[in-house]
């Protein structure tokens, strides 16, 4: 079984920054895509950003400019860097991974982040 593990949430202030960590214990060539995804109370979850095997990257239009996916092939670990973060984005973030050959979703259990105004 998979695991995806996040870290790196808690509380910043607005304008502070905050650096996101998913782990998955998932073989490397099996990858498709990791993503980043948010939930705010009574709301749906959202994407955030997502990077593919091949290093594309696609950005809400919400966090463009200030959030930055980035990934550490040999390790399996996604980063989520979080700059000028805004109230706005506080949220519970979620990791997810895709298998290519399974056409499976992994997901993280989430972290919270709170940005005080």
């Known amino acids: 079984q998979v695991q995806v593990v996040e870290s790196g949430g808690g509380l910043v202030q607005a304008g502070g920054s905050l650096r996101l960590s998913c782990a998955a214990s998932i073989n490397i060539l099996r990858i498709r895509s990791m993503g980043w995804y948010r939930q705010a109370p009574g709301k749906q979850r959202d994407l955030v950003a997502i990077?593919?095997?091949?290093?594309?990257?696609n950005y809400a239009d919400s966090v463009k400019g200030r959030f930055t996916i980035f990934r550490e092939n040999a390790a399996n670990t996604m980063y989520l860097q979080m700059d000028s973060l805004k109230p706005e984005d506080t949220a519970v973030y979620y990791c997810?991974?895709?298998?290519?050959?399974?056409?499976?979703?992994?997901w993280g259990q989430g972290t919270q982040v709170t940005v005080s105004s």
């Open positions: 990077i593919t095997r091949d290093g594309s990257t």
């Open positions: 997810n991974t895709v298998d290519r050959i399974a056409g499976t979703t992994y």
